[in-house]
């Protein structure tokens, strides 16, 4: 087989086998069901590009882009672990399909349009990697390499969006008879920028304009962008670029991977390409490149995948312990981060007259911030997108928490006095931002578990009682509902120390109990 041959041949086993479900036998009772069940092989026609998607990651991890890293997990029962070293770390070889997140988070980001940061230091392969995504898209490897946009100290708003034609500026009676000059690369439905953090910050403004908003604007002139993924690389994301990305920028991206080292084990794999003097991104499969409406349908699916409720309510809880800081307000409500951070307190000063929480078991005291709106929903999309990608119809609480830390990569800031880093078995997850942040997650379910809230919540059950609405509900039931609320409350709060998930609870509780006071007012008023 030539080189050629090699680096386009795609698997045409099932990339994700599963077992067939038996053929049910024909009932005639069937005839009066309507339209003919079509059963797995009409299911299979129904998601085809789950496959498709799956086929461009085992293209792309074993053609394309050499990494080696399976650090996205997952077990279909018992695995095997060692301990190596003098720190004793873990190395799990994993007893199901598991994956390397430099290579899927980007793709996920493709099919799902969001945005993607890469991190990592030079000839790491991460503009490779924002390349292989626009080749995807069905562009040739020389227009995305022209619409490529790189980062620069002097890169002008002009450079980014586009130029006024010089005559119509001469001419020109009013704006609108000035013509824009709009640059190639806004059209594209995979947008690159390289080296993000070396554009100027006023550059950058007009860059978030187009993140954000999906338009540029040039002298009151509108160009309206097509949905696009996004990819950005940064050599050094914490602070080492020539300016300083700005919060509004960085809160846009969605998620961030981190390219790690090249293993001189594959070395044979980049001797085979000078050989043969081949560049894989202009060897991509042709079955593997996705046209737009595909893109919208895989988008379209992903939003279908359900979330269970005993899933989402890890999530809720895991989120419910980053915002409280107790001293931060008089008020019950702006007892939290941001209220601090907005007023430029003193943290020290705040922390200093805290009432003598187990700053140990207060995942809060970890961080700095609470998470944002934003970053909830990407978590969503992505958990989604992995559940898609994995062939399932439901996401699995596994999903969320493989996905989570990239996701949260860049938004949930560590607070490095925190009593949790003093310890020496965690002084890795000083660096380790995307360990530590798993081992977060890891500990709020055993918090969850320890709290049995999978079986014991009842502010959950007095939520799905009003959940089903207050049609017919009488002012006699009105009262009791109320009652109960009032109850709950009393005893949560009863010589008891405040911390997030119970935050939260009070606030919902004070949210239910004010809903059904105003729902009593209008009956008595009927």
Not at 397 to 410: G, S
Not at 491 to 519: I, M, S, V
């Amino acid at each position: 087989m030539s080189a050629f041959n090699l680096f386009q041949r795609l698997s045409q086993a099932p990339t994700k086998p599963k077992a067939v479900p038996a053929a049910r036998q024909f009932d005639v009772a069937d005839l009066y069901q309507g339209p003919i069940a079509l059963g797995a092989e009409g299911e299979a026609a129904a998601r085809p590009f789950d496959e498709k998607l799956r086929q461009a990651y085992f293209w792309i991890v074993n053609h394309a882009i050499i990494s080696p890293h399976y650090d996205i997990e997952y077990n279909d029962g018992p695995s095997q672990t060692y301990s190596v070293g003098d720190s004793r770390r873990t190395l799990n070889l994993p007893s199901a399909q598991s994956y390397s997140s430099f290579i899927l988070l980007p793709l996920l980001t493709f099919a799902t349009r969001r945005k993607c940061l890469f991190v990592g230091g030079p000839g790491r392969g991460k503009t490779a990697s924002a390349l292989l995504m626009g080749v995807l898209a069905g562009s040739t490897v020389k227009e995305v390499k022209r619409a490529m946009q790189h980062g620069h100290p002097q890169m002008t708003v002009a450079d980014l969006l586009g130029n006024p034609l010089p005559a119509d500026l001469v001419n020109a009676q009013s704006m609108d008879d000035i013509r824009i000059a709009w640059r190639a690369w806004l059209g594209m439905r995979v947008k690159i920028v390289d080296e993000y953090n070396r554009i100027p910050t006023r550059t950058q403004s007009a860059l978030l304009t187009v993140m954000g908003d999906n338009y540029a604007e040039v002298l009151n002139h509108i160009y309206e962008c097509p949905e696009a993924a996004w990819y950005l690389t940064a050599n050094d994301d914490q602070g080492g670029g020539t300016y300083q990305v700005i919060e509004a920028l960085r809160d846009r991206v969605d998620v961030t991977v981190q390219a790690l080292a090249f293993n001189p084990r594959f070395l044979n794999e980049l001797l085979l390409r000078v050989e043969e003097n081949v560049r894989p991104e202009e060897l991509v499969p042709p079955d593997i490149i996705f046209t737009e409406g595909e893109v919208d349908q895989i988008g379209e699916s992903i939003r279908q995948v359900g979330i269970p409720d005993a899933v989402r309510r890890r999530l809720e809880f895991f989120a419910s312990q980053f915002e409280l800081f107790e001293t931060a307000g008089g008020q019950f409500e702006y007892m939290t981060k941001d209220t601090a951070r907005l007023a430029g307190a003193d943290r020290g000063a705040a922390q200093a007259a805290d009432n003598g929480r187990d700053r140990l078991k207060d995942l809060g005291c970890q961080t700095l911030n609470g998470i944002s709106v934003r970053t909830l929903m990407a978590l969503l999309i992505y958990a989604k997108a992995m559940a898609y990608f994995r062939g399932n119809g439901e996401v699995e609480l596994e999903d969320l928490r493989q996905v989570l830390p990239f996701v949260l990569h860049n938004k949930l800031q560590p607070d490095p006095d925190a009593p949790f880093f003093a310890l020496p078995e965690n002084a890795a997850y000083r660096s380790d931002r995307l360990g530590w942040l798993r081992r977060l997650f890891d500990l709020s379910n055993d918090e969850f578990n320890r709290l049995d809230l999978d079986r014991d919540d009842p502010v959950g059950v007095l939520s799905a009682e009003f959940d089903l609405g207050l049609d017919g509900v009488s002012e006699r039931e009105t009262l009791a509902r109320l009652n109960r609320i009032e109850k709950l409350i009393g005893e949560r709060t009863k010589g008891r120390k405040l911390y997030g998930p119970l935050y939260d609870d009070l606030l919902k509780l004070k949210y239910l109990h004010q809903r059904y006071t105003n729902y009593r007012s209008w009956l008595r008023s009927q």
